[in-house]
């Protein structure tokens, strides 16, 4: 069995599912910009401002003072309201439906979202994962730091895991690429503060006293993830 499906299985038996990004397609993919260097309260608050105008066709009709204003709560408003913008419109011009963009090919996909302003490659990844249907692993920095600490691969830079982990991306279900990304997010929040020696996520089973009293998850079932700018 490959190590990163024992990893998966552990993690997933002791926090559970994760149904990250599941709720709105196009709230998700707006959150998914604006969560960029913020926070999830902060998120939720511009979110909020933009439910009267959750549309494909009412957001591209606001003004650009009018959805600046409106995301404000998000910080960075100004950068933020250029890039949902900018986003928008590729939408628009791609025909406006994501399940229809979906039967794209992911790596046509991927290349089109990383020409738009503020969508780096781990972004691109989240969107192909939870927006575009695509299964794929996304290698951001809780990733390749839980593969340092169980010894599975030094990787200094995203594309470098990003490539090494595509082999096993490929024999991943579209839902459980989804869980393992927030599953591997989830627990990597609770090292920030206490880090623990988690090896053992490397053994077939691990038993409930092996798990330190500070691997609880933080945000729990679709709890709001930090997607990296």
Same mark, same amino acid.
């Given at each position: 069995?490959?190590?990163?499906?024992?990893?998966?299985?552990?993690?997933?038996?002791?926090?559970?599912?994760?149904?990250?990004?599941?709720?709105?397609?196009?709230?998700?993919?707006?959150?998914?910009?604006?969560?960029?260097?913020? +926070? =999830?309260?902060?998120?939720?608050?511009?979110?909020?401002?933009?439910?009267?105008?959750?549309?494909?066709? @009412? /957001? &591209?009709? *606001?003004?650009?003072?009018?959805?600046?204003?409106?995301?404000?709560?998000?910080?960075?408003?100004?950068?933020?309201?250029?890039?949902?913008?900018?986003?928008?419109?590729?939408?628009? +011009? =791609?025909?406006?439906?994501?399940?229809?963009?979906?039967?794209?090919?992911?790596?046509?996909?991927?290349? @089109? /979202? &990383?020409? *738009?302003?503020?969508?780096?490659?781990?972004?691109?990844?989240?969107?192909?994962?939870?927006?575009?249907?695509?299964?794929?692993?996304?290698?951001?920095?809780?990733?390749?730091?839980?593969? =340092?600490?169980?010894?599975?691969?030094?990787?200094?830079?995203?594309?470098?895991?990003?490539?090494?982990?595509?082999?096993?991306?490929?024999?991943?279900?579209?839902?459980?690429?989804?869980?393992?990304?927030?599953?591997?997010?989830?627990?990597?929040?609770?090292?920030?503060?206490?880090?623990?020696?988690?090896?053992?996520?490397?053994?077939?089973?691990?038993?409930?006293?092996?798990?330190?009293?500070?691997?609880?998850?933080?945000?729990?079932?679709?709890?709001?993830?930090?997607?990296?700018?």
């Amino acid at each position: 069995m490959n190590p990163w499906q024992k990893v998966f299985i552990n993690l997933a038996h002791h926090y559970g599912r994760q149904n990250w990004w599941q709720n709105n397609r196009l709230e998700d993919w707006l959150m998914m910009i604006l969560v960029q260097r913020t +926070n =999830a309260r902060n998120v939720a608050l511009a979110v909020q401002n933009l439910q009267d105008v959750m549309s494909l066709d @009412q /957001l &591209l009709a *606001l003004t650009p003072a009018e959805l600046e204003d409106r995301v404000r709560p998000a910080r960075f408003y100004k950068q933020k309201a250029i890039r949902i913008r900018t986003a928008l419109e590729w939408l628009a +011009n =791609a025909g406006g439906d994501f399940s229809v963009i979906s039967q794209h090919p992911a790596a046509e996909l991927r290349s @089109q /979202l &990383l020409t *738009l302003p503020g969508i780096g490659p781990e972004t691109a990844d989240v969107m192909l994962l939870y927006t575009f249907d695509k299964p794929t692993f996304v290698a951001d920095e809780y990733a390749r730091r839980l593969s =340092a600490r169980l010894g599975l691969g030094d990787y200094k830079t995203y594309t470098a895991m990003y490539t090494a982990m595509a082999p096993f991306a490929a024999t991943l279900s579209l839902d459980d690429a989804r869980e393992l990304h927030a599953l591997i997010d989830e627990h990597g929040k609770t090292q920030t503060r206490h880090p623990y020696d988690d090896k053992f996520l490397l053994q077939d089973t691990v038993s409930v006293d092996q798990w330190p009293a500070q691997a609880v998850l933080q945000d729990g079932p679709r709890g709001e993830p930090r997607v990296p700018k």
